[in-house]
Each structure stands twice: as structure tokens, then as C-alpha cells.
């Protein structure tokens, strides 16, 4: 900023710094003059430095924190770790293809994927595999902890994995299922046992692992401990927790979709992911037990419905139940021939409640629903593993005999019960004759007193009477015979 002086014309100078007026002159004419320097005290310039180093400090500080506290991603030392405890099905499929996608999103060195299945679907177990030979990352399968198994479909996924581990205390191999449903004709079954020794033959070819076990594990149904798989080169280590096999499989080679990957998981970071709200429902739902439960469910609710319209609340779970039923019934294997045999039980029980046929028609729903239930799915091959319990089967099956037999019965019964309330609520009623009837007069019923016309003969006052008709406010009675 540039002060200036004020200066009149007459050519007097003013002193620096300040203004000189002159009395009777108006015109004045700016000049430039030196700036002032402002001058501040020591100790406030002192005051100003030491805030400023605090700031600094303090921002110093806090960057290290983040730095320290913040998990270094960028380098791929993530390891995700997931569980799969239950039946393969399409559910499982669906979780699988998409953590292995997350994965690799997250830059993870590898996806581990802790087991123990009974077996499940082949044609999801299919699907798996498909994604674990074609995935970008590399994939641990660890079948864990002690007493787990990976059996049946679990063969396969254990075989297709980039690196198999198993824990202490647990085993591997085929566990053929009797299977419970429609029965297979021996060509049908050659030619599945075939295609599936195959498909494992394959597997074990891309993984460079036993190839001879792996057929006799699909066809002579051939189980082993995880000490036994790992001398017969069907794994790669055993290890007794997951930071143990981290630091085994460290530095290991293996071949994923983009070339040869060596693992650096020894100070790896380890992520637990859990299965969303939804993945944990679909998977319930792809139970076979809980969708013929759901399907027996809404049976019973829509019955409950039609034979008390207005409940609402029946109708309502009803309607939920089949729902659920039918997407569970999409995921499945389904033998249409079992949902007609249990179809027909209902419509069984229903004849039964309005046609008495002594027991026999209880007896053959009956029948007709455990035939049903023991046939609702059917299993494509002889490694899945698709089957309704047979403890759930027996509830059913008396649940549901007793509920046709005694709730609806009960119910029909008590539609078919004599009135008590309205005109025909009066007829067989006993009532006394306040006056003579002759053949006319007053007859006190339910402490309500009626004009009544007695049908025949004539009645005395206090005599007892018993209504035979109702024609609108009047009564015929008869007179009862002392």
C-alpha cells in the first residue's frame, strides 16, 4: 500500500507522515512517500513458530497413524477365508462364483475355502469346478476342522482346487447314497458312474494329482484319512489350523488362468468373510427337508383356509409356504411322480372326513403320502445326495393324519350339530302353558312367553309342551303326556 502526502500548490512540503490543510485552498495534489514497516514483539513472533510446529507435528502424527492402522492391500498380503458347511446345491454354486469374484476384486493372494459337505449335487458340483479351473486367483481347499468330511460331490471340488489341505482327524472319498427315489436302471447307471469317473479323471489330470484313486473314489466308493491322501498324492499338506497353512503353502507354484502364480501368504492378512442375510436364506432354503416342509406347510394352510373362509392368518402362511416351496422345489431334483402321490394323500383324507369308508381311505392316504415323500426327488447320478429324513417324513405323515382325522373331522362335526340359536334353535324345546290351550293361547319357553297353537287335543294350564314348528311368532306345539 502506498501512502502519500498531501501537498498544496503553493509549494509548501509536508512533513512526512503527516497532513498539512491550508486554510482557504481546496485543490491539494497527492505524492508518494515511504512505506512504514510494522514492527511485532519477540515473544508474539515466538508464540506464532510454536503454533505452527504443533500443527505440523500434529499432522505428522496422524499420518503415521494411518499408515500403520490402515491393512496394506496394495500388495496383495490379503488371504479370504470362507466356509462351506452343508450340501453342495445351487445356492452353494452361486456363493462360490461370486466370493471368488470378490477376491480377486480385493486383490487377494488367494481365496481358502474351508469344507465339509457329505456330497451334494453333481451338476452344481459341475459348476464349481468349471470356476475353480478357470479362476484367476488361486483357491485353497481346506477340509476342516476335525470330524469333517469331503465326501461324494466333495471329492470333486477338493480335486479342482489349486492347493488341497486337510486337517487332522479327517477324511476323503465317495459315500455312494442309497439312493431314495426313482430307481435307476443298470444302463442308466453305468453310463452316469462313467461319465462322473470321467469327469474326476479329468480334474485330476489339471491338478496333476492320483489319478487311479480318484476313479476307484467314484467307482468303488473308496474313502481315505487325510494321512493316507496325502502319501497317495491326493493333497498337498495337512494342517492343523489356518496360520499353519498359510505358512505351508507359502512360496508354492501354482497355475491359475493367467500363468504359473507363486504364493506369498506367510505374513499374509487373513479375512473371514461371512454369507449375507440372503446367501444364508437360499441356502436354508435348498434343503430338501425344509422344502417339504414348506410344501406341507402351505397344503395345510390353504385347506384351513377353504374350510374356514375369512381366517385369514391360514391362508396368508399358506400362500408364504408354497412360495418358498416352489423355489426351493426349482432348485432340486424333483420327481413329479412323488407331488402327485402326495397331492393324491390330501385329496384321500378329504373323501375320508365326508365319506365314512371305515379307515380304508385314511389308510391308503396314508400310504400315498409316504410313497410320495420317499419319491419327491430324484437323483440324477449316483453321487448326489438328495433325500427327504425319514424322521421328518414319519412326523409329517402323523401330523398330517391327525390333522385331517381329528381337526377337520371335528370340525365338520360341529358344522353338522343340531342349531341353538335362532327358530330352528326352538323347535324340541320344552316349555309350560300359561293359559288353557284350546287349541290357542300362551306358552313360556327360555323364560320368553310365545303365542302358540296346540296341534292336537287341548291343554291345561301348567301342562308341558314341546315346539314341533315355527311360523313366524307363533309356535305349534304338542302337548307331552305326563
Not at 95 to 112: F, M, S, V
Request: proline share 4%; net charge neutral.
Amino acid at each position: 500500500m502506498i501512502h502519500t502526502l498531501e501537498r498544496c500548490r503553493s509549494g509548501l512540503t509536508g512533513t512526512p507522515g503527516k497532513r498539512v490543510y491550508l486554510k482557504g485552498y481546496r485543490e491539494f495534489e497527492s505524492l508518494p512517500f515511504r512505506k512504514f514497516e510494522l514492527r511485532l514483539p519477540i515473544h508474539i513472533i515466538h508464540l506464532q513458530v510454536r503454533s505452527v510446529r504443533f500443527l505440523l507435528n500434529t499432522l505428522r502424527l496422524f499420518l503415521l497413524f494411518l499408515a500403520f492402522s490402515t491393512p496394506n492391500y496394495s500388495q496383495g498380503t490379503i488371504v479370504q477365508v470362507i466356509t462351506i458347511d452343508a450340501a453342495i446345491s445351487p445356492p452353494t454354486a452361486d456363493y462360490l462364483h461370486a466370493e471368488i469374484q470378490r477376491a480377486t476384486e480385493a486383490g487377494a493372494e488367494c481365496l481358502i475355502v474351508q469344507l465339509n459337505t457329505p456330497g451334494g449335487l453333481l451338476k452344481s458340483t459341475r459348476a464349481i469346478v468349471t470356476d475353480f479351473l478357470t479362476a484367476p486367483i488361486p483357491i485353497v481347499i481346506y477340509v476342516a476342522p476335525s470330524g469333517s468330511q469331503a465326501a461324494s460331490a466333495g471329492v470333486f471340488i477338493t480335486l479342482a482346487a489349486h492347493v488341497a489341505v486337510m486337517a487332522p482327524g479327517t477324511n476323503i472319498g465317495a459315500a455312494h447314497p442309497v439312493t431314495i427315489g426313482e430307481q435307476q436302471d443298470s444302463v442308466m447307471m453305468t453310463k452316469a458312474t462313467n461319465d462322473a469317473a470321467a469327469f474326476i479323471r479329468t480334474i485330476s489330470e489339471k491338478r496333476h494329482r492320483n489319478i487311479t484313486w480318484a476313479e476307484d473314489a467314484v467307482r468303488k466308493s473308496i474313502s481315505i484319512t487325510e494321512t493316507e491322501a496325502l502319501q497317495q498324492r491326493v493333497i498337498d499338506t495337512i494342517a492343523v489350523s489356518i496360520s499353519d497353512l498359510l505358512s505351508k503353502i507359502d512360496g508354492r507354484e501354482v497355475q491359475i488362468s493367467s500363468g504359473p502364480h507363486i504364493l506369498r501368504t506367510k505374513d499374509a492378512t487373513v479375512v473371514y468373510r461371512e454369507k449375507t442375510f440372503q446367501e444364508k436364506l437360499l441356502d436354508i432354503l435348498s434343503d430338501p427337508n425344509i422344502a417339504y416342509i414348506f410344501m406341507m406347510l402351505g397344503i395345510y394352510g390353504l385347506l384351513f383356509e377353504l374350510y374356514n373362509p375369512g381366517s385369514i392368518l391360514p391362508g396368508i402362511i399358506g400362500v408364504i409356504s408354497l412360495i418358498l416351496a416352489f423355489y426351493s422345489l426349482h432348485t432340486l431334483p424333483v420327481n413329479y411322480a412323488g407331488v402327485a402321490l402326495i397331492i393324491f394323500s390330501i385329496i384321500l383324507f378329504v373323501i375320508e372326513i365326508k365319506v365314512p369308508s371305515h379307515g380304508l381311505l385314511t389308510g391308503g392316504g396314508i400310504l400315498s403320502l409316504i410313497l410320495g415323500s420317499v419319491m419327491l426327488f430324484q437323483s440324477e447320478s449316483t453321487l448326489d445326495v438328495v433325500t427327504v429324513s425319514w424322521q421328518v417324513i414319519l412326523i409329517v405323515v402323523l401330523l398330517t393324519a391327525a390333522f385331517f382325522v381329528f381337526a377337520i373331522g371335528m370340525g365338520i362335526k360341529a358344522q353338522r350339530l343340531k342349531p341353538t340359536t335362532g327358530s330352528q334353535g326352538m323347535i324340541g324345546e320344552i316349555g309350560i302353558a300359561m293359559t288353557d290351550l284350546q287349541p290357542a293361547g300362551q306358552v313360556r319357553i327360555h323364560g320368553e312367553i310365545w303365542q302358540a297353537i296346540l296341534s292336537d287335543g287341548i291343554a291345561k294350564k301348567g301342562s308341558k309342551v314341546t315346539v314341533e314348528q315355527v311360523e313366524g311368532l307363533i309356535l305349534k306345539v304338542q302337548l307331552i303326556e305326563s
